[in-house]
């Protein structure tokens, strides 16, 4: 099987990579959005959580990861729900991992393990033991493939950075003893800015926390109303729409009529209508300098600087205030 990434570009994978490609629980991701609530207020914010686990297991693949790590990259967001985030927000779960844990019941009901085992893989050994794949998951504020996919298929696809910008610093990626570094500091500063256009400008970005807040809303009434279980969260987006926009009850459909593109809002501590505090997100990467890996905000003041600005913003939250719709 060849895969076309408009990231990574075209990669031959393995069998057992094509048959969980062509499993329902992956291709369900193809119709769950990475930015929650994002499209229904702005349609180009579309990128899907199938496009982003595809890149994460080939950018695994571009560095050197084994066949194992490839799978548990595919499969890391196996178990996101319908709006990705948005159910944490729903749930009132300040650190936004839902998906996280449900994963293990998720892939177990599914037919992943039966797919696995077939090819010669124990399915628990591989997914249940996330520790072990160092490349796919690291703590922050160092690298990792599943920071990197997000960040670069974010801003590409928006328009924020362009492929040769992209392809440059993947050039400069290098993995030593299974972790990821940058071996150039205009590089790394270059990374660290463009983190922090999705974590705090787009993540960030108003009409993107009011769509956030309008559905999380929506489905509280609609979880409170008996519209809808805690196990339609599993369904994709637009199943789990179809099932609140087909409901009769006048709260949901006026909250539901709230998310357009077409709101017009104001940052605003004074009289503000939402305050919004994410999930704090840093990044500062390790770069190989002079034979030794060294923090780079150590190197660079702008990478210093740029952090503390970032830790500022998310630990404040955003104030918002809705001047018309």
Known sequence: MIISDAIYGEFKVDKVIEDLINSAPVQRLKKIRQGGASYLVNPKWNV????????????????????EEQIAGLLHDISHTAFSHVIDFVMENREEDYHEKIYQKVITESELPRILEWHGFYYREILFNPAKWTLLEQSAPELCV???????????????ISKKEVEEFLAHLIAIEGKIYINDLSLAEWFVKTYYKEVIDFFMDPLNIYSYDVLAKALKIASKKGIIAEQDFLKTDDELMMILQSSTNKELQHTLNQLHGEIHLEESKMNFDIHRKNKVRLIDPSIWNEGKLVRSSLLSKNIYEMTQKATSKATEGIYIKIIGT
């Open 146 to 160: 599943d920071r990197i996919d997000y960040t670069l298929r974010d801003m590409y696809t928006y328009g924020h």
């Open 48 to 67: 899907t959580r199938y496009e982003h686990s595809i890149g994460v297991m080939l950018l695994i693949k571009r560095l050197g990861g084994t066949i």
